[in-house]
């Protein structure tokens, strides 16, 4: 093992996670992370909370201090991007012009945005947030405009336009589906996050797609499918990411929309692993493959993959979960809740506290919760321990946590 070379490729969630767990497993070989972003490893989630919202600063989303990397002995890599794999001779090439020689690979790409391809949507009133660049440019901008258009209703676009409200701006959110968050929650849910924004002084837009945007005098003129217009100041577009696949699959690797791994997050070479936004998986909770953009995800693979990495049996089988924060509900999804065939609410929705229990043929498969944090881990230990039907969940509703436990 101390002869081994372990390279890491992407320095974001899963790749720091990746060098954390194969040090703590005790791997002494060298461990080298690449970034292709010059700054420390940090995370993303505030970028469109907190951070955005000017409420911490940059130094509270770094993961960990310099001094980490090097107690750890993690040689950092910033600022440089791997552009090629050589399977045959295990080398890397970055764009910096060096070669890395790995003995084993991990693949933590991420995703980048997806941008809006309308005619005149590229030009510098349309921002994006993926990057803590990004997050400053918005924030900035923030600080010099009155009305902002924000493009997707989904969590990135939602958790955006909350931001923008608290700060006092004029917000209207284009979505092309009929509802917001349409890919990934229920129609109850979507109605209660609409409610939310309207109340909060958000026009929504739903079913509407921007077919132009012009900027005329620094006014943004943008025009939709159902011929409306409207003139803002910037446009914040999220809709959607896309993983960075390409390394991989110039290498040969297979992908799909993503870099396919098992459930011990190996690709298609033994030697190269890969977890994270940049991967999909078949996941047991889903029934399906999917590509999951979470932090629960990013970590929990990273973990299998250093395991992998070190010829050890730990496999991928968590619930997957995920949050998002707009003005004072704070939601937990726990399971994959599209394709459900009942529900059962429990809490008010009036009262800003409740949860939607998911089920198919019977079986819990997630919940999604409203301010109501123990019943988010309730569910999701329930989901790791057992099947729930719809009676037993109704049944044990007042202490779901002593249920979980039995
Ligand atoms: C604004 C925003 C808000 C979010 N909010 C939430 C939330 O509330 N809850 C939640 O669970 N998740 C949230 N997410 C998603 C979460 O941040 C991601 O799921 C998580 O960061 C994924 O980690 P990752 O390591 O796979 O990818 P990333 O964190 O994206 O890291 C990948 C890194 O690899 C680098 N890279 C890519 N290609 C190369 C290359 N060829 N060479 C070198 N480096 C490369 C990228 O630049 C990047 O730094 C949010 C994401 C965003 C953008």
Redesign the pocket.
């Known amino acids: 093992m101390t002869g081994d070379v372990f390279v890491v ?9 990746v060098c954390n767990s194969l040090r703590n497993s005790g791997f002494s070989g060298q461990l080298i992370l ?4 010059a700054i420390l ?1 940090y ?7 907190s951070f ?1 919202l000017g409420d911490i600063d940059e130094q509270r989303l770094l993961f960990r201090p310099q001094s980490h990397f090097e107690k750890q002995s993690i040689e950092l890599l910033l600022g ?4 090629a794999i050589d399977r045959s001779s295990r080398t890397i090439s ?2 910096c012009g060096r070669t890395l020689n790995y003995t084993k690979l991990a693949l ?6 997806r941008l809006l391809d309308c005619e005149g949507a590229v030009n510098t009133q349309v921002h994006y ?3 803590l660049n ?2 400053i440019a918005l924030r900035n901008k923030l600080a010099e405009v009155e009305r902002v258009a924000i493009i997707g209703g989904g ?2 676009g939602l ?2 336009a909350a931001v923008t409200r608290k700060l006092g701006k004029a917000v209207t959110v284009y979505e092309a589906e009929d509802r917001l968050m349409g890919r990934v929650v229920s129609s109850m849910l979507s109605e209660f996050y609409s409610d939310l924004h309207r109340e909060n002084g958000v026009s929504l837009c739903l079913g509407e797609r921007i077919d132009k945007v012009e900027v005329c005098d620094n006014t943004v003129q943008i025009y939709t499918n159902k011929q409306h217009s409207l003139d803002c100041d910037i446009i914040v577009a ?1 809709i959607g ?1 896309i993983a ?1 696949e ?2 991989a699959l110039e290498a040969g690797l297979s992908c799909d929309r993503g870099i396919i791994v098992d459930n011990r997050c190996l690709t298609t070479d033994p030697d190269i692993v890969a ?5 999909v998986h078949y996941n047991q909770f889903a029934g399906k493959t999917v590509r ?7 970590v929990d ?2 973990k299998v993959a250093a395991s992998t990495m070190l010829s050890g049996d730990l496999v991928y089988e968590q619930v997957p ?5 707009q003005y004072d509900a704070k939601l937990q999804i726990a399971g994959i809740n599209t394709d459900y065939d009942k529900y059962l609410t429990a809490g008010r929705v009036g009262d800003n506290r409740f949860s939607i229990f998911y089920f198919k043929d019977d079986c819990l498969i997630g919940a999604d919760s409203i301010n109501d944090p123990s019943c988010h881990m309730a569910v999701r230990k329930i989901m790791t321990t057992k099947s729930a039907s719809m009676t037993q969940i109704q049944e044990n509703l007042d202490d779901l946590k002593s249920f979980a436990k039995q």
Do not use: H, M, Y
């Open positions: 490729v992407g320095a974001g969630q899963a790749g720091i996670q690449v970034g292709d972003e490893p995370q993303r989630p505030p970028l469109s909370k955005l440089t991007k791997v552009i970055l764009e933590t790409t991420g995703t980048r945005v947030i993926r990057s990004d997050s969590f990135v958790e955006v999220g990411a960075n390409e390394i977890a994270g936004d940049c991967t999951l953009e979470s932090v629960q995800n990013a693979q990273a979960w995920f949050w998002s924060d």
